[in-house]
T-cell receptor, first 115, second 110 residues
Framework: EAGVTQFPSHSVIEKGQTVTLRCDPISGHDNLYWYRRVMGKEIKFLLHFVKESKQDESGMPNNRFLAERTGGTYSTLKVQPAELEDSGVYFC?????????????FGEGSRLTVL | KQEVTQIPAALSVPEGENLVLNCSFTDSAIYNLQWFRQDPGKGLTSLLLIQSSQREQTSGRLNASLDKSSGRSTLYIAASQPGDSATYLCASVVASKIIFGSGTRLSIRP
């Protein structure tokens, strides 16, 4: 069974440009989460999808970030326009059951560098 | 607001030793606690998941305990090996919000 896959693995863009990160969860996992780790800090929650609905987006830093999960399968996270402080590693995770009890499976992460 | 702390931030021990990594959390109303390892440039690999009703979980040389009343979890690694070198993170789940500690960077010397 394929694990959580993320694309791209690394993206380098200039300030003001747009980047879209993609996450394919494990098949059959209704719950999908986005996290990010900026340099030297702990991993922080961004948002949680249950199927195509946003269950909790309280961790999204500002309105330059837009996450979608049309059809309840893969998800995208768009940053527009990107700023220097957006640099970091963006992780996606999925679980079969809800975050209350479900084991999380993580992707390898997408490293974003904003110059 | 839940805070998760991991001590120590870094640990280096010789191969073969048993060791304990610590994780503390401020909100005892957790649903579960999960331990992960992260290798450089890689994603997070799940090691053990402890539900709030459980006190410990074991997998091979790893044993994780959970004490909600004191807000602590420990990850015990027996007979450490160089391949155990990685960053170990704990994460607590409170009301669907998953909070990570900053991790313990473990180095096992051959």
């Amino acid at each position: 069974e394929a694990g959580v896959t993320q694309f791209p693995s690394h993206s380098v863009i200039e300030k003001g440009q747009t980047v879209t990160l993609r996450c394919d969860p494990i098949s059959g996992h209704d719950n999908l989460y986005w996290y990010r780790r900026v340099m030297g800090k702990e991993i922080k929650f961004l948002l949680h999808f249950v199927k195509e609905s946003k269950q909790d987006e309280s961790g999204m830093p500002n309105n330059r970030f837009l996450a979608e999960r049309t059809g309840g399968t893969y998800s995208t996270l768009k940053v527009q326009p990107a700023e220097l402080e957006d640099s970091g590693v963006y992780f996606c995770a999925s679980s079969r059951t809800g975050g209350n009890t479900g084991e999380l499976f993580f992707g390898e992460g997408s490293r974003l560098t904003v110059l | 607001k839940q805070e998760v702390t991991q001590i120590p931030a870094a640990l280096s021990v010789p191969e073969g030793e048993n060791l304990v990594l610590n994780c503390s959390f401020t909100d005892s109303a957790i649903y579960n606690l999960q331990w992960f390892r992260q290798d450089p440039g890689k994603g997070l690999t799940s090691l053990l998941l402890i539900q709030s009703s459980q006190r410990e979980q074991t997998s091979g040389r790893l044993n994780a305990s959970l004490d909600k009343s004191s807000g602590r979890s420990t990850l015990y690694i027996a007979a450490s090996q160089p391949g155990d070198s990685a960053t170990y993170l704990c994460a607590s789940v409170v009301a669907s919000k998953i909070i990570f500690g900053s991790g313990t960077r473990l180095s096992i010397r051959p």
